[in-house]
């Protein structure tokens, strides 16, 4: 029995993805929604994670820091974007 993390050839040549490209399109999803205010646990679950904390730790290793922090560093940004400039 084959590994449902193994990708047979059969697959690719239809053009499904992978495990791995499943993954890094859920990220990419998952990245905006803590920046809009959607709850960790929301965006772990509309992003297709089982638990919070499997998405936290998937996030973490893929991007160095945890979705929280994400979060802060949005607000941060987007913050400074809305001050007015010093003429």
Do not use: N
């Amino acid at each position: 029995m084959q590994s449902p993390y193994q990708q047979p050839p059969h697959r690719r040549e239809r053009g499904q993805l992978s495990p791995t490209k499943t993954t890094d399109l859920r990220l990419f999803h998952a990245l905006r929604m803590p920046a809009e205010g959607v709850p960790v646990t929301a965006v772990a679950h509309r992003c297709g994670w089982a638990s919070a904390s499997a998405f936290i730790d998937v996030f973490r290793r893929a991007y160095g820091y945890t979705p929280g922090v994400h979060h802060r560093r949005a607000a941060r940004q987007e913050e400074r974007m809305r001050m007015p400039a010093d003429e």
